[in-house]
């Protein structure tokens, strides 16, 4: 695990070099929402070839929408939350866990929710013939893992104006969608998000009892 990353020497790169991980990764989302969704509206492709679909999976049909439907997005505003989301929480835990171990870990709990979502299609049948897309199991995954390392990390909620620190934050936003979801009969992918988080805590947990120590540094760093 990275807690500081020094370049030494000094070498001259690129404009791309300089990106982030994770500007590459909302460019790969914008790029492919884009690629996606004219696939969709001229008819070359069906919402079953990119989103997830419990019934699908069952039947051992479209297995790689696992990854594809991390890439797509049921609208603009969906992908603009989602990549806010994203540069906000990605930016911090790529610094934190080096470029690799955060880009493996990224597509492991969008993998790991979307496995999550099309179990609990069992439980909730409303699920089973429902499609589901978007990067937020991947994100709340991130959000699961700082948690556990940033938890008096102080951070704002949409429309709420104070800080709310991390270990309160990240549960409350799960709570929140499902309130959402059920109150304004909403569609979102709640257990989705659910097993995303639960990969983060899982992976947060797992980092806290291998690096006790640096993690006290990080978590003692990134509080106010």
Do not use: C
């Not at 899982?202 to 509080?223: E, H």
Request: proline share 4%.
């Amino acid at each position: 695990m990275v807690v500081y990353q020094i370049l030494s020497p000094k070498k001259r790169t690129s404009f791309f070099e300089r990106l982030s991980l994770t500007t590459w990764i909302i460019i790969a989302n914008v790029f492919l929402f884009i690629v996606f969704s004219l696939l969709v509206g001229y008819g070359i492709l069906g919402w079953d070839s990119i989103a997830l679909k419990p019934s699908n999976v069952f039947l051992g049909k479209y297995l790689w929408t696992f990854i594809t439907s991390m890439f797509m997005h049921a609208g603009f505003f969906h992908i603009f939350v989602n990549m806010l989301s994203l540069f906000f929480v990605g930016s911090l835990l790529e610094k934190i866990l080096g470029k690799r171990r955060y880009f493996w870990f990224y597509v492991f709990s969008g993998v790991f929710a979307g496995v999550i979502f099309v179990l609990a299609s069992q439980i909730f049948p409303s699920d089973f013939n429902t499609y589901a897309v978007g990067a937020s199991g991947a994100i709340f995954g991130l959000i699961g893992v700082l948690m556990f390392l940033t938890p008096n990390l102080p951070v704002y909620l949409m429309f709420i104006p104070i800080p709310i620190k991390m270990k309160y934050a990240a549960p409350g936003m799960l709570v929140v969608l499902w309130l959402i979801s059920i109150g304004g009969d909403v569609p979102i992918g709640n257990t989705a998000h659910l097993g995303g988080f639960i990969a983060g805590l899982i992976y947060g947990f797992f980092l806290k009892r291998k690096y006790p120590n640096k993690v006290g540094m990080i978590s003692k760093r990134f509080s106010r």
